[in-house]
């Protein structure tokens, strides 16, 4: 009985490694991309068409994570978890995080003791300079001013 019981296990371990490797070598699983809007409005729909039912309209600078990509759409996820299609025309590769707490502090260095640059209210957008390896991203606000602000305190990234 215990051979079998081996036995099982070796093949159910083979049978998941054999369907990581396919899902991988065939582009199901990959790291998140991420992109925002480009235009002053796009509008998204429930479905990959202009005839589909209209969502909501986002704004320029609004960030959103690629899920699915089509030739001329893409389904999109965004801060929230909504999900909706855009058409890829509306994209740009400028990675913006959003602001998720109430009040985040942006410093002049990536340490919570360092001086305060600014501070940006919840669904802000802000421009994702770089990761850092300490958990802080440096950002940089629409009107210039750039700074750290904590990864936990957005979304985006």
Same mark, same amino acid.
């Given at each position: ?39 002053? !409005? $796009?509008?998204?729909?429930? #479905?990959?068409?202009?005839? &589909?039912?209209?969502? %909501?309209? +986002? ?43 109430? !009040? $985040?502090?942006?410093?002049? #260095?990536?340490?919570?003791? &360092?001086?305060?640059? %600014?501070? +940006? ?37």
């Amino acid at each position: 009985m215990m051979c079998r019981t081996q036995a099982l296990r070796r093949f159910f371990r083979l049978v998941g490694l054999g369907l990581l490797l396919f899902f991988s070598s065939s582009g199901a699983v990959q790291a998140m991309d991420y992109r925002s809007i480009g235009s002053e !409005r $796009a509008i998204l729909y429930d #479905a990959p068409s202009l005839q &589909a039912k209209r969502l %909501f309209v +986002a704004g320029k600078y609004y960030p959103v994570e690629i899920i699915v990509n089509l030739d001329q759409w893409a389904k999109v996820r965004d801060s929230v978890g909504d999900l909706a299609w855009v058409e890829k025309k509306h994209l740009k590769d400028t990675r913006m995080v959003v602001v998720t707490v109430a !009040r $985040a502090d942006i410093r002049q #260095a990536a340490d919570s003791n &360092a001086p305060l640059v %600014f501070q +940006a209210e919840r669904d802000v957008a802000l421009e994702l300079v770089e990761h850092g390896s300490t958990g802080w991203l440096k950002v940089r606000h629409r009107d210039g001013q750039t700074g750290f602000i904590l990864a936990t305190q957005v979304w985006g990234a």
